[in-house]
């Protein structure tokens, strides 16, 4: 059974592994995240400043999902320009020897429980670059719908997002 639980430093060994070339490293967005390779070193580091940085407190929160106490999934959750109400899910990435069994599908509908009942968000909202298309089915089986297109290199990014509803309550 799926379940997620705060990320832990030692997550990092794992996760780094999934993103094993420069491609892959791109889809993942990494290029915000900072310089390829992505080692575990760099993926905690950068997890131990998002999380110590004061001048928005509370506002950063990477998860690791597990099935069967083996880590299959990563993401993280942030808050959109200091508004609680709004989160945006990111660095999305899973074990790609269980990508297409459901897993990052459970592993964002696991997400979504978190951020709508336990931080109290509203909207979630998350990008996917537009020639991402396994990631962009997955986003919409969990019920994001495309909100737009923001130009960006190396590619354009489809907007997404998704309204808490009385069922997700």
């Not at 990111?90 to 459901?102: A, E, F, L, N, Y």
């Not at 964002?108 to 991402?132: H, M, P, Q, S, Y």
């Not at 962009?136 to 354009?156: A, L, Q, S």
């Amino acid at each position: 059974m799926l379940k997620l639980r705060p990320y832990k430093s030692c997550d990092a060994q794992i996760i780094s592994k999934w993103v094993q070339n420069k491609d892959v490293f791109t889809l993942w967005g990494g290029e915000r995240f900072g310089d390829y390779p992505i080692t575990a070193e760099s993926i905690d580091k950068k997890y131990q400043h998002d999380n110590g940085d004061c001048t928005e407190p509370d506002n950063f929160y990477p998860w690791t999902a597990l099935d069967d106490n083996r880590i299959v999934g990563h993401f993280i959750m942030r808050y959109i320009n200091g508004d609680p109400k709004v989160i945006r899910f990111g660095w999305v990435v899973v074990d790609s020897s269980v990508r297409g069994k459901g897993y990052g599908t459970n592993m964002l509908r696991l997400g979504l429980k978190a951020a709508f009942e336990i931080l109290g968000a509203e909207k979630i909202t998350i990008g996917v670059f537009a020639n991402n298309t396994p990631a962009h089915t997955c986003y919409k089986k969990v019920g994001f719908v495309d909100v737009g297109v923001t130009e960006d290199e190396p590619w354009n990014i489809i907007e997404m997002e998704i309204d808490k509803t009385p069922a997700q309550v």
